[in-house]
């Protein structure tokens, strides 16, 4: 059974658009993370969330909208995608805020 | 979080020893050190984690020297498969979340 699932893949859609990218956890874990690997390979925290609510918005534009319906799964909701959007976009999870993080296979986002 | 010095690339024959080091001169006392590894393509993938003694799981051995202020990652019979970016980070544990921080990691080619 997969740890850290993530819906889609690839994405591949034009300037302008909003999409989502969905992520679940069934690992029983209370945190959960987005993190986005841009071109350069630098993996860099966007949100985390403990048991559904937010705890660190590492300064995302507010276009990038986070949701938790609960705490196996969060959510990435992006508006009006720009081409410097485009990267590959991990969830995480981690028993506690503090515990070693687990990391979902990604979903790769291309921007026209 | 202390910041982590690595090689930037590193060669292993097949079979070898993969040893790959990491300064964390500036560790703190409370600061674990963690290695994870991302695979072509592929969200990262926890290691080994430990604190100030020498840890040994089922994936790798970690030696960290007695003033903490480096460490190695030992694969001890390389494969093909362990050809990947590894990234030592240091962290703390307890007192709730603490950023995780990749920086550019080391990467491993492991040579038929």
């Known amino acids: 059974d997969t740890a850290v699932s993530q819906t889609p893949k690839y994405l591949v859609t034009q300037m302008g658009n909003d999409k989502s990218i969905k992520c679940e956890q069934n690992l029983g874990h209370d945190t959960m993370y987005w993190y986005k690997q841009d071109s350069k390979k630098f993996l860099k925290i966007m949100f985390s969330y403990n048991n559904k609510e937010l705890i660190i918005n590492e300064t995302v534009p507010n276009r990038f909208s986070p949701k938790s319906p609960d705490k196996a799964h969060l959510n990435l909701h992006i508006n009006s995608l720009e081409l410097g959007d485009s990267a590959v976009y991990f969830c995480?999870?981690?028993?506690?805020?503090?515990?070693?993080?687990?990391f979902g296979p990604g979903t790769r986002l291309t921007v026209l | 979080d202390a910041k982590t010095t690595q090689p930037p690339s590193m060669d292993c024959a097949e079979g070898r020893a993969a040893n790959l080091p990491c300064n964390h001169s500036?560790?703190?006392?409370?600061?674990?050190v963690y290695w994870y590894r991302q695979i072509h393509s592929q969200g990262p993938q926890y290691i080994i984690h430990?604190?100030?003694n020498n840890e040994t799981n089922e994936m790798a051995s970690l030696i960290i020297t007695e003033d903490r202020k480096s460490s190695t990652l030992i694969l001890p019979h390389a494969t093909l498969r362990d050809t990947a970016v590894y990234y030592c980070?240091?962290?703390?544990?307890?007192?709730?979340?603490?950023?995780?921080?990749f920086g550019t990691g080391t990467k491993l080619q492991v040579i038929p």
């Open positions: 980070i240091v962290r703390a544990l307890g007192g709730g979340y603490q950023k995780v921080t």
């Open positions: 430990g604190l100030k």
């Open positions: 995480a999870s981690s028993l506690l805020a503090e515990d070693t993080q687990y």
């Open positions: 500036t560790i703190s006392g409370n600061e674990y």
